[in-house]
T-cell receptor
């Protein structure tokens, strides 16, 4: 079974641009979560989607948004990029919505904002 | 609120040395506690977990005990190997479906 796949692996953008990151969960998984990893802040939760609906949202500005498609694939969008948005963005999937289910992480998309 | 504080790195140890990475937490309710590991170039992997007080999680020679009285979940390993070199994240989860992570501790094990 393929793991969680994130594309692209690396991305370079400039301030003010927007970016879309993609995540394909493990086949059969319906929940997808997004996390931002920075050296200073560590890992922070962005949002979670389940069956195309956003279930939880972290403490990030409205420039960060996401969506989930009927095949459970998810995209994350960041508009009006800022230098501080440079980070590794990790996607994680789980089969259902239960809190005790194991999360499987992708390798991440490294975003650099110049 | 919920937060996790873990020992700042980096930590450099010789092979077969004893490892401790400290982790303390603040949480509302009764959280589950986790240690995740991130090997170079890879995503996060769950290393071990404990879901209630006094539980001990263990995997690959690593252990951590959920201590409610000290709100701690320190990671330990008796004899580290070069292959243990990675970044280790302590995390907690409450009733909601999101994890709160510490800032990570980079471990380098030298032969």
């Amino acid at each position: 079974k393929a793991g969680v796949t994130q594309t692209p692996r690396y991305l370079i953008k400039t301030r003010g641009q927007q970016v879309t990151l993609s995540c394909s969960p493990i086949s059969g998984h319906r929940s997808v979560s997004w996390y931002q990893q920075t050296p200073g802040q560590g890992l922070q939760f962005l949002f979670e989607y389940f069956s195309e609906t956003q279930r939880n949202k972290g403490n990030f500005p409205g420039r960060f948004s996401g969506r989930q498609f009927s095949n459970s694939r998810s995209e994350m969008n960041v508009s009006t990029l800022e230098l501080g948005d440079s980070a590794l963005y990790l996607c994680a999937s789980r089969q259902g919505a239960a809190t005790n289910e194991k999360l499987f992480f992708g390798s991440g998309t490294q975003l650099s904002v110049l | 609120g919920n937060s996790v504080t873990q020992m700042e790195g980096p930590v450099t140890l010789s092979e077969e040395a004893f490892l401790t990475i400290n982790c303390t937490y603040t949480a509302t309710g009764y959280p589950s506690l986790f240690w995740y590991v991130q090997y170079p170039g890879e995503g996060l992997q769950l290393l071990l977990k404990a879901t209630k007080a006094d539980d001990k999680g263990s995997n690959k020679g690593f252990e951590a005990t959920y201590r409610k009285e000290t709100t701690s979940f320190h990671l330990e390993k008796g004899s580290v190997q070069v292959s243990d070199s990675a970044v280790y994240f302590c995390a907690l989860k409450t009733g909601a479906n999101n994890l709160f992570f510490g800032t990570g501790t980079r471990l380098t094990v030298i032969p």
